[in-house]
């Protein structure tokens, strides 16, 4: 169980981190960052296309039959290389992508103020705001309200860095009061 506990608190916080870089680049930066998060993520899907294709080609014929690996790896190292070369569709749909992201971080912090509110700290009602204000952006998002594309990108950016700092504090909070709740059954 500590395992798993401490795989999850790597994850979140990885995962909160890379909310703040990419929040921070959007903000400052969303005209060039939006191209280069687009290229990002197509060289990502053609490298992980060609692993698939890799792994299909070395591996022992009978082991893994029907994991469609050579399927997916051109499928995915296909979809790579057109959004290389065309990153203006990506960048298109990535308010889209982030919204949705925005939705289920926001979903993800309601559960999180629930287990504290389980956990009696003081504070969960905090992170309950901080999920409705996250589930408020991701609808933000997606609804599209912005005359640019570029405003579209700093308020994304800005949205983006405020739920990653907010899941840090989550995160602490919630390692803390988990923390001292095993302190008090183990003092039982």
Known sequence: MRDYLSQFKRDFALCAAASIVLGLLLLLYPDTSGTILAVIIALALAAMGAMHILNYLFRRFPDDIGRMDLV???????????????????IG???VVMGFLLLFGGAVKLQNAIDL???????WWVILILAALSVIAGIVVLLNPFATAELLLMFLGASLL???????????????RVKRFRKDLEGK
Do not use: E, N, Q, W
Request: proline residues 7%; charged residues 15%; without cysteine.
């Open 72 to 90: 997916s790896g051109l499928l995915m190292a296909g979809i790579g290389a057109f959004l290389f070369f065309r990153p203006g569709v990506l």
């Open 93 to 95: 749909v990535l308010p």
């Open 117 to 123: 509110a389980r956990l009696k700290a003081p504070l």
């Open 162 to 176: 405020i739920d990653g700092l907010f899941d840090i504090y989550t995160l602490i909070t919630l390692h803390r």
